[in-house]
């Protein structure tokens, strides 16, 4: 069975510091990709950062960065000078030829 | 260009009734596949469709159906509603099937409608 796991239900971070959000993944396929979604508070969930688990390089979107590692199977999202707009829900997300899982969540807050 | 449109955005009903949700794609997206989400439970896959045909199928028992139609707009359907059926029904659309992975697998989510089950 594939499953998706994300151990901080809740994290905080200052305004303009780093935090980094774990996942870790368990899958028994060898072609798969890996997604950080992000659920503001009463609006749409968007995509943060995506990984394809056939590359070695670690993705990186602006202020977003993932460190990708494969043989751990665990996928973390790294979210540099953080911002009160940064303030949501993430889930990471394994999808596979038959299957989208999320991870239950952490619970992002920002303080200024 | 216009997003994923869901409706209605919130409803109630009572247990035993049935429920319809609609889901329009962004245009040009041919794969819609929708979500369950509860506090409980967190996001749970319940169907993918790609050119009206269902590629895929979550762990939900048969009360939980669904179809989409040629022009991609998709629609599921909760027969014999259950108080554990509240929750919010997230849509997403898809330039190809989220199982296919890739840039094109990426998700673009509606606003979800909101069930409540008396």
């Known amino acids: 069975a594939q499953t998706v796991t994300q151990s901080q239900p809740e994290m905080s971070v200052q305004e303009a510091e780093t935090v980094t959000l774990s996942c870790t993944y368990d899958?028994?396929?060898?072609?798969?990709?890996l997604f950080w979604y992000k659920q503001p508070p009463s609006r749409q969930m968007i995509l943060v950062i995506r990984?394809?688990?056939?590359?070695?390089q670690n993705a990186t979107e602006n202020r977003f960065s993932v460190n990708f590692q494969k043989a751990a199977k665990s996928f973390s999202l790294k979210i540099s000078d953080s911002q009160l707009g940064d303030t949501a829900m993430y889930f990471c997300?394994?999808?596979?030829?038959?299957?989208?899982?999320f991870g239950p969540g952490t619970s992002l807050s920002v303080i200024p | 260009k216009a997003g994923v449109t869901q409706t209605p955005r919130y409803l109630i009903k009572t247990r035993g009734q049935q429920v319809t949700l609609s889901c329009s794609p962004i245009?040009?997206?041919?794969?819609v596949s929708w979500y369950q989400q509860t506090p409980g439970q967190g996001l749970q896959f319940l169907f993918e469709?790609?050119?009206?045909?269902?590629?895929n199928k979550g762990n939900f028992p048969g009360r939980f159906s669904g179809r989409q139609f040629s022009n991609s707009r998709s629609e599921m359907n909760v027969s014999t509603l259950e108080l554990g059926d509240s929750a919010l029904y997230l849509c997403?659309?898809?330039?190809?099937?989220?199982?296919?992975?890739?840039?094109?697998?990426?998700?673009?989510f509606g606003e979800g409608s909101r069930l409540t089950v008396l």
């Open positions: 997403a659309s898809s330039l190809a099937p989220p199982t296919s992975g890739g840039n094109t697998g990426e998700l673009f």
């Open positions: 245009s040009g997206h041919r794969s």
């Open positions: 469709y790609f050119s009206e045909t269902q590629r």
């Open positions: 997300a394994l999808t596979s030829y038959d299957k989208v899982i």
């Open positions: 899958t028994s396929e060898s072609n798969y990709y």
């Open positions: 990984q394809e688990a056939y590359k070695q």
